[in-house]
């Protein structure tokens, strides 16, 4: 579908990026479709990388990742009859039982000086934080409306349940072996630029599956053909990592355009 897609928008070259479990697609687009990186600058970025629970050893995912897969398919499905008939029964009752509880003091983001969330959301995006939640929740409202099984075949592929296969990227240290020797082969001017962006507050994959995939990455055998780097973003979760509040898509873009305008730069 990658090609089709860049043929059809008359691209020639790309950089590759995702976010979480995107990783295991960007990993067997980067391994079987490598030309299809700006050969001056080939760059991947991945956005809080997902890491199997076995790896990270985050407790209630591989939990979860043992289970039967009827199970976690069936707790899955369930959640859309639980957002819009079960928790809107009590929500009424849980309003009144809330209004009556004394009131704790605001919650104070803190900022260090810097500019709060909403502010950051403003600037980046042009829009309030109230305009933002208001289109989230009809997001939500339009996605549990609808048929979730495609987000339980996802969950059962992140925990390699029911005989699903990440492809190539199964064992993410064979990965990185493999994809370097795959890379000595092809025509690229410049090392594989792959940098991981890593959230503080990530209870997705933990710091146990931070450390791992940096290990899987920071190998002497491969730095002849792949430099890799990663950051951690102490005031980000797993998931607004990669939302325009936090900055980090505008900058690690701004980081690829000067990447690419000095790669050509230099090539002329």
Same mark, same amino acid.
């Given at each position: 579908?990658? +090609? *089709?897609? /860049?043929?059809?928008?008359? !691209? =020639?070259? %790309?950089?590759?990026? $995702?976010? &979480? ?46 289970? +039967? *897969?009827? /199970?976690?398919?069936?707790? !899955? =499905?369930? %959640?859309?009859?639980? $957002?819009? &008939? ?47 939640? *208001? ?134």
């Amino acid at each position: 579908m990658v +090609p *089709a897609l /860049l043929n059809h928008l008359n !691209i =020639r070259h %790309v950089s590759l990026a $995702s976010h &979480s479990c995107g990783a295991i697609y960007l990993l067997n687009t980067l391994y079987h479709m490598p030309q299809i990186l700006l050969p001056s600058a080939p760059t991947v970025i991945l956005l809080a990388p997902w890491v199997h629970p076995s790896k990270s050893s985050v407790g209630l995912l591989h939990t979860a990742s043992i289970l +039967p *897969a009827k /199970l976690v398919k069936g707790s !899955i =499905r369930a %959640v859309p009859y639980l $957002s819009t &008939s079960v928790i809107p029964v009590f929500q009424k009752p849980l309003a009144f039982l809330s209004s009556s509880l004394p009131k704790s003091a605001p919650k104070i983001e803190q900022t260090n000086g810097g500019p709060t969330r909403a502010q950051r959301f403003q600037t980046e995006c042009g829009q309030s934080e109230k305009d933002r939640d *208001a289109v989230f929740n009809y997001i939500m409202k339009v996605f549990f409306a609808e048929n979730t099984s495609g987000a339980a075949d996802e969950a059962l592929l992140c925990l390699k349940s029911e005989g699903t296969s990440w492809g190539v990227c199964e064992d993410y240290t064979i990965y990185v072996g493999t994809l370097a020797e795959k890379l000595c082969g092809q025509h690229f001017s410049a090392k594989l630029s792959v940098h991981a962006i890593f959230s503080g507050k990530d209870f997705m994959i933990g710091s146990g599956g931070m450390k791992y995939f940096d290990d899987c990455w920071k190998r002497e055998d491969v730095k002849d053909v792949i430099s890799y780097e990663s950051d951690e973003h102490m005031r980000s979760t797993h998931d607004s990592v990669a939302t325009p509040e936090d900055g980090l898509v505008g900058l690690f873009l701004k980081d690829l355009r000067e990447r690419v305008v000095a790669a050509n730069a230099n090539s002329n």
